[in-house]
């Protein structure tokens, strides 16, 4: 079964509101979860590394206030997408590894596909 | 340049073929993993298998099978006798330290079409 869990599956908003997505860890702690974004027919692409009790790492090129990422717990982790605008449009994808190394593999959320009217 | 490159961005096969998704990594580390993901159309990746730097040894699940060459920085995946279930995008990944964290890196994916 699912071991990373991803709300809402899909999403439809109006243009400048904000939008929440929920990433889980079912049945283990993750200090680090990791927040992809995927644009159809292309590869996933790596938005930010969130780190549990301190302030996510982005990417290069991410706007750190338009998506604001939260990792207050060792189970959760949220992506809020803020002044949400047509571009925004996508699926956004989190994961997390059962340990925090390189050899864990990672675990992934069923996606969130976002749609910005 | 990219490190982690599947140079086939789509492959058509009618069921029961053999087909081999190509993988080709780039890294200067000495310790690093690959990994293996399947994208089927639901979206959900799910991981299919792993290998570390210093494990060279193929590995055969069924019918997949997974070929790891360092001498060609390459880490092919072969599926046989492919059925209509086998139709997803695949991923190759790359796990290097970065920073004292391994960040993992995908490639382009592999949209493997598998006819009936």
């Known amino acids: 079964g699912a071991v990373v869990s991803q709300h809402p599956s899909r999403v439809i908003c109006k243009s400048g509101t904000s939008v929440k997505i929920e990433c889980r860890s079912l049945d283990f702690q993750a200090t680090t979860m990791f927040w992809y974004r995927q644009f159809p027919k292309q590869s996933l692409m790596l938005m930010a590394t969130?780190?549990?009790?301190?302030?996510?790492?982005?990417e290069q090129g991410v706007e750190k206030d338009k998506f604001l990422i939260n990792h207050a717990s060792l189970t959760l982790s949220t992506l809020t997408v803020t002044s949400a605008h047509p571009e925004d449009s996508s699926f956004y994808i989190c994961s997390a590894r059962r340990r925090d190394s390189g050899g864990s593999p990672l675990h992934f959320g069923n996606g969130t596909r976002l749609t910005v009217t | 340049a990219q490190k982690v490159t599947q140079a086939q961005t789509e492959i058509s096969v009618v069921e029961k073929e053999d087909v081999t998704l190509d993988c080709v990594y780039e890294t200067r580390d000495t310790t690093y993993y690959l990994f293996w993901y399947k994208q089927p159309p639901s979206g959900e990746l799910v991981f299919l298998i792993r290998r570390n730097s210093f494990d060279e040894q193929n590995e055969i699940s069924g019918r997949y099978s997974w070929n790891f060459q360092k001498s060609t920085s390459s880490f092919n995946f072969t599926i046989t006798a492919s059925q209509v279930v086998d139709s997803a995008v695949y991923f190759c990944a790359l796990s290097e330290e970065t920073g004292g964290s391994y960040i993992p890196t995908f490639g382009r994916g592999t949209s493997l079409i598998v006819h009936p």
């Open positions: 969130s780190n549990e009790g301190s302030k996510a790492t982005y």
